[in-house]
């Protein structure tokens, strides 16, 4: 049992399951993600319209209904369901877990709610890995600085990631720039999170990830950084890494 939640950090779970409803509400503490959360879809919808397309010849349309119909997708923490919820309405199926039994609970309910066809576990990643479970595509977004070992963490969520399939996970730099505009900016001036969601320290750096993800035995192919532009108030890919970025990675396929 303490190998499979060798990822958690107790006083993480506890932050984030406080949050209660408040993971849906567009104008509470989790509004940054929802601002925030049409430029991730956008980006990661696109590539997985293109990487799948060309690995099975199948003519996906970005902009249609069904664009990523017969994928599946585990997204590892998932919270509330904020990124489960637009992918399982574009035909994937989507599998959301997270340790913390009251955000499945409330990702459940809204599901129910919307009519979102996502699906919901409270379990950890080695948990569900253990299981040998696997996925067209595995996601960690703004996870892995609240885990207790992000390289072996990214390990675990590799492990579940089926040849040919993706790897996606974003995060924040661990940089001067991150710390004034991630942590002093973000959670002392503009109050856009509690003081304390973010440790400035367990910040993973592009290089660090990288290096985790080829660990893992997955090929990192492409990354954006993801900027606020305070003149719009909105979020949008961009060169800067400095702060928030992306990155997607590929278990190549078997040749038969």
């Known amino acids: 049992m303490e190998s499979a939640r060798a990822s958690v950090d107790p006083r993480e779970i506890d932050q984030f399951e406080r949050l209660g409803a408040d993971w849906w509400r567009e104008d509470g503490p989790m509004r940054p993600l929802h601002k925030m959360n049409p430029v991730r879809v956008r980006w990661m919808r696109a590539a997985m319209v293109e990487h799948f397309a060309g690995l099975d010849g199948s003519a996906r349309d970005p902009d249609s209904l069904r664009s990523l119909e017969g994928l599946s997708i585990l997204d590892i923490g998932c919270g509330g369901g904020i990124l489960c919820e637009p992918f399982s309405r574009v035909g994937a199926q989507v599998l959301g877990i997270d340790p913390a039994p009251g955000n499945i609970e409330i990702a459940r309910a809204h599901a129910e709610e919307t009519g979102a066809p996502a699906q919901y576990r409270a379990v950890t990643a080695e948990e569900l890995a253990g299981e040998g479970a696997r996925f067209d595509v595995v996601c960690a977004m703004e ?8 390289a072996a963490f990214i390990g675990v969520a590799a492990s579940m990631v089926k040849p040919g399939g993706l790897f996606f996970c974003s995060t924040i730099n661990r940089t001067l720039k991150s710390f004034a505009l991630a942590i002093v900016g973000a959670e002392y001036v503009l109050r856009w999170v509690a003081p304390g969601t973010h440790q400035w320290e367990k910040f ?31 979020w949008d890919t961009a060169r800067d890494l400095d702060v928030n970025y992306m990155v997607v990675a590929q278990r190549l396929a078997r040749i038969a």
């Not at 996870?143 to 992000?150: A, G, K, L």
């Open 204 to 234: 993973v750096t592009p290089e660090e990830l990288e290096d985790a993800i080829e660990a893992a035995g997955l090929d990192l192919f492409a990354l954006t950084g993801v900027r606020y532009d305070p003149l719009r108030r909105s």
């Open 143 to 150: 996870v892995i600085e609240h885990v207790v070992d992000p």
